[in-house]
């Protein structure tokens, strides 16, 4: 059984993948400098201003693109999808901490953080499947293999590996749906 029939997504779908990825890899790769690495002050208020001051333009490139897509009738079933998906996923985190919290009266970021990284590759796995893009379906299992393994890791060691993770799941295939045009149903 071929879970891609007929690939129906177009390069215009790439620059959220590419955009959201690099925040992330960028978010992420910064979390294990600040644990693992020793430099100046100036190079912390820099950073600390790019995590404030990426998140909100690239909130806002979603925002404008989505409020763009929805008049594109063509596609409104896959968005509700993803959008539901995407929501729920967020749900689901925010459902980790309060159950995390009320078992074992603190948050465990080093139990957290793999966790989280088990919804993150099931959501990108789902929205592979989706999209019908087998890339981001490849790219979601390899996120939740990277998982496991940092489960056996310190925090910023599992931050490390999920900016790989993030980089295999959502840049790798950005870039290459961007770079071609594939053919519609």
């Keep these: 059984m071929n879970v891609f029939p007929k690939i129906r997504l177009t390069k215009r779908y790439g620059i959220l993948f590419i955009v959201w990825g690099w925040l992330f890899v960028f978010t992420t790769l910064t979390g294990y400098i600040k644990r693992r690495m020793v430099y100046s002050f100036l190079v912390e208020e820099i950073l600390n201003l790019l995590k404030i001051i990426l998140p909100v333009i690239v909130v806002a490139f979603t925002g404008y693109y989505l409020f763009e897509k929805r008049k594109d ?63 981001v379906f490849v790219g979601g299992v390899i996120f939740g293999v990277l998982a496991l393994t940092a489960s056996s890791l310190e925090l910023p060691e599992q931050l490390l590996l999920e900016s790989l993770a993030w980089f295999v799941a959502f840049v790798v295939p950005g870039h290459l749906l961007n770079a071609k045009k594939i053919p519609t149903k």
Aim: proline share 5%; with cysteine.
């Design 73 to 135: 009738k063509r596609g409104k079933p896959t968005r509700i999808a993803l959008y539901s998906l995407w929501i729920s996923m967020v749900g689901c985190m925010i459902l980790v901490n309060l159950i995390q919290y009320r078992v074992m009266h603190q948050i465990n970021f080093e139990l957290q953080h793999p966790l989280f990284m088990v919804l993150m590759a099931f959501t990108i796995v789902m929205t592979g499947v989706i999209l019908r893009y087998p890339f």
